[in-house]
């Protein structure tokens, strides 16, 4: 068997392995090394490439990145930042049909700017705002499916690890990757508010009513959301400004939503070290996710599985959109399978080299932008798709009378929200490329 079907026939293999429930970062390590030890016909190059893989991976200083955002999003939490939000929001939609719910979009959209997690942000605001909706009358379905959505502007809206992430793989400028995703992102939110509202005239049953704030308490709940937008506005802002770096300015983010947690008393001695270990759990699976990716896409360029695929596109004629448009429907299948950071690691190396080559009437620099834009949005689509979308289940394991049958069809017209809008961000590459294009 020639090295590259033995690439080939590592994808079944490892769908097989993700299938018996071996965590996927293991299960890449493992083909990975054996998949090279076929190819080299020796173990001790493979354990020599391992030290030096290791090594060049988690030396890059990029990925030092990711705690800081993760631990940024710990501290606003402690900090109560989830919790001004939805009140802002509750006061000013509240009283509208469906406006709790909504409300729950707008708070989720808000913390995505100081969380880079999509799980982290569907569980803070799982537990602020499921109560809530369950108090004003929402069914199981409406208010599980609401928030599996909500929870994906985490990733959406910048700082996001995944893009981070896609920056790190493709050389891209971190800055410009969070500038282009700020309009996609608000557009995610309004399109699932949108959802809600159509949802409720559907069934108004699934939905109760709040009584209307005054405007008294209104302006009150505003004020208090004050730092999370002073953190965005730092952070972004100082980082594409060129005050600081992207991890400068993930420290920064950190140290003032400390400050802040701090400040409202959130952060004590006793609950410093918790945040701190949730921290370093999230970003060991991270990491080890990384490492393993790096093992499996190290094999597969032995391999030369990604230069074949790219060669054989290339030379085949296909139109640059019908490539696209295939490379985004597998995506919304591998959504369906895996998470959303092991995505982008698996694929992205194979993908990335076959369509930088492809005609789209794009500068290399703005094709590389509004691809992560696309990539990150189907990725996104993939953590509510039943059956297996890590947000359905974190959200559905805080509502335990909610059944899951119940969660995934409270979640569908959420995911036609997505769809539609990754319809319209692939015809119109100028939603993702204008705030950069005006700011550049």
Not at 81 to 92: E, G
Not at 434 to 439: D, G, K, S, W
Request: aromatic fraction near 10%.
């Amino acid at each position: 068997m020639s090295a590259l079907e033995i690439g080939f026939w590592s994808f079944p293999v490892l769908m097989g392995l993700i299938f018996l429930r071996i965590p996927i970062g293991l299960a890449m390590l493992i083909i990975g090394l054996v998949g090279n030890y076929l190819v080299r016909g020796s173990f001790t190059p493979v354990l020599a490439q391992m030290k030096d893989l290791t090594w060049s991976t988690f030396s890059n200083y990029s990925l030092s990145i990711i705690p800081l955002f993760l631990l940024m999003g710990q501290l606003a939490t402690l900090g109560g930042m989830s919790v001004a939000l939805f009140r802002a929001a509750q006061t000013w939609l509240g009283h509208r049909p469906g406006g709790v719910a909504m409300a729950a979009i707008g708070a989720s959209a808000g913390f995505g700017a100081i969380c880079g997690s999509s799980l982290a942000t569907a569980a803070t605001m799982g537990q602020v705002a499921l109560p809530e909706l369950k108090r004003h009358g929402y069914s199981g379905a409406l208010a599980t499916g609401t928030l599996a959505a909500g929870g994906t502007l985490g990733i959406l809206i910048p700082p996001s690890v995944i893009l981070v992430i896609y920056a790190i793989l493709t050389e891209q400028n971190i800055a410009k990757l969070f500038i282009s995703a700020i309009i996609p992102g608000v557009l995610a939110a309004l399109g699932y508010m949108l959802a809600i509202s159509i949802y409720v005239r559907l069934k108004p049953e699934s939905a109760g009513l709040r009584a209307r704030a005054p405007y008294a308490e209104r302006w009150r709940a505003l004020i208090g959301v004050w730092p999370v937008l002073l953190v965005f506005i730092v952070v972004i802002g100082g980082i594409y400004a060129g005050l600081f770096t992207p991890t400068e300015g993930a420290a920064v983010g950190a140290v003032g939503t400390g400050l802040i947690a701090l400040f409202n008393g959130g952060l004590t001695r006793h609950s410093f070290m918790p945040a701190i270990l949730a921290t370093a759990s999230s970003t060991a699976m991270i990491f080890f996710i990384i490492l393993g990716a790096g093992v499996f896409n190290n094999f597969l360029a032995l391999a030369r599985v990604p230069q074949f695929a790219a060669e054989f596109i290339t030379t085949q004629g296909f139109s640059p959109w019908l490539v696209l448009t295939a490379i985004l429907l597998l995506y919304l299948v591998l959504g369906t399978l895996m998470d959303s950071l092991s995505m982008i690691l698996l694929t992205i190396p194979i993908f990335y080299p076959i369509v930088i080559q492809l005609d789209f009437g794009l500068s290399p620099a703005e094709f590389g932008l509004w691809f992560g834009i696309l990539v990150l949005v189907v990725v996104e689509v993939g953590l509510i798709t039943p059956p297996v979308g890590l947000n359905l289940f974190i959200i559905n394991k805080m509502s335990p009378q909610t059944p899951l049958s119940e969660t995934y069809k409270g979640v569908l017209p959420f995911v036609a929200s997505d769809i539609l809008r990754v319809i319209l961000l692939v015809t119109v590459p100028a939603i993702s490329l204008f705030l950069v294009r005006t700011l550049g």
